[in-house]
C-alpha cells in the first residue's frame, strides 16, 4: 500500500520526460507548431491560435510567450491549465504598415510543470510566416459582426483599396462557410488606383453557435514562383446566439425536507414577443403559473413540495415549456432536489 503512489508518480515522471515526444513534453502540448498567413493586406486582422491542451496529469503553466520579431505579436489565453484543459498561443500578424513584404517568426513558449516537487521547465518554439502587401488596403481590417441573434441577418462591409496597376482586378472569392454570402462592388477606377466595396451577409438560416471564416479574394496577379493566381484574406467572425434564452439553465431547490415547499422563477427571454402555451413535468410535485400574454420576457412561477420520500433522495427531472415559437416550439429545464426525510 506504500509504494503504489510512489509507482504511480515514476510513472507520471516517465510520461512527461520520456522519449515519447522526441525527449521533449512539451512538444507534446501542440498539435499544430507552424503556420502560414498567406498574404495578406495592410489593415488586415490576421491573428492565428495555435491550440494548446494539458495531455499529463499534472498542471501547466505558461509563463510567456515571446517573439522573434516585431512584425508577430504573440499572447496566450490562459496561464495555467489543469489537466485536461484547452487553450492557445495567439499570433497575431502587425499589419499596421510597420512590416511589410514577406515576413517570419519564431514564437518561443516558456512552460513548466512540477512533479514529485521537481519543477520541470521546457521551451517550445512555433513558427508563423506571411506575406504582407503594402499596395492593398482594407478598412477594417475583418468583419465582425458581434452576437446575432438566431433567425436575424447581420451586414458587414469593408473597403478595399488597391495603389498599382490600374487593370487589377478581383476575380473570384472563396468561402467555407455556407451560411456566409460575400460580394464585391468595384467602386472607383483611375490611375492605377482601385477600390472595391465588399459586403458580407450572415445568413439568417445560420446556428447557434461561434462563426468563424475566412475569405479568399483571388485576383488577375500570380503568386510569385507559382501559376497560381495570388489571393487577399479577410477574416469574417460572430457568433449566433439563441433567440430563446432561459434563466437560470439549471434548476435547483437545495435541500429539503418532507413536507418543505419551495417556489422560485424561471425568466424565459426571446427577441420578439411570444408566449407560453402549457408547461409540464414527469414529476407532478410540481406546480406552475404563468401568464398567458404575449411578451419577450416570460416569467414562468414554479411551486415544488417535497411529499413521497422516505429516504434522502436526491431527486433529479425536467420541466418541458411549450411555446407558440414555429422554429422553437418547446424547451427543457433540468431539475435538481435533495430531500431529506
Known sequence: MVMKPLIINVLIFCFLSGPAFGGSWGDGLFTVNKHDFGTVALGSEAVYAFGIENVYVQ??????????????????????????????????????????????????????????????????????????RSDVVLTPGSVQFGSVPQGQ??????????????????????????FIYARADEVKRSYGDVVY????????????????????????EVKPGTNEPAEIELPVQGVVAASLRIVPPLFMTGVLAQGDSVAKNIVIRNSSPF???????????????????????????????????????????????????????????????????
Not at 517573439?67 to 484543459?85: A, D, F, M, V
Not at 445560420?206 to 475566412?214: E, L, N, R, S
Not at 436526491?314 to 407558440?324: A, P
Open 59 to 132: 498542471d501547466i503553466r505558461i509563463l510567456g510567450v515571446y517573439s522573434s520579431c516585431g512584425c508577430t505579436i504573440p499572447s496566450r489565453t490562459k496561464e495555467i491549465l489543469k489537466s485536461g484543459e484547452k487553450g492557445a498561443v495567439l499570433a497575431k500578424l502587425n499589419t499596421n504598415g510597420q512590416y511589410l513584404g514577406q515576413r517570419g517568426a519564431t514564437l518561443t513558449v516558456d512552460v513548466e510543470t512540477t512533479v514529485n516537487t521537481q519543477l520541470l521547465r521546457e521551451t517550445v518554439q512555433l513558427t508563423v510566416s506571411g506575406y504582407i
Open 153 to 178: 441577418t447581420a451586414l458587414g462591409n469593408v473597403e478595399l483599396h488597391y495603389t498599382g496597376r490600374n487593370d487589377w482586378t478581383l476575380t473570384k472569392i472563396d468561402r467555407h462557410n455556407p
Open 197 to 220: 466595396q465588399i459586403t458580407v451577409k450572415l445568413k439568417e438560416d445560420a446556428p447557434v453557435g461561434y462563426i468563424k471564416d475566412i475569405l479568399r479574394f483571388a485576383t488577375n
Open 275 to 341: 408566449k407560453i402555451s402549457a408547461v409540464d413535468s414527469p414529476d407532478k410535485r410540481f406546480k406552475f403559473t404563468f401568464s398567458k400574454q404575449e411578451s419577450p420576457i416570460q416569467i414562468l412561477s414554479v411551486l415544488f413540495t417535497a411529499k413521497d420520500v422516505t429516504t434522502e433522495t436526491l431527486l433529479s427531472d425536467f420541466i418541458r415549456i411549450q411555446t407558440n415559437i414555429p422554429e422553437r416550439e418547446s424547451l427543457s429545464i433540468k431539475t435538481e432536489t435533495l430531500v431529506m426525510p
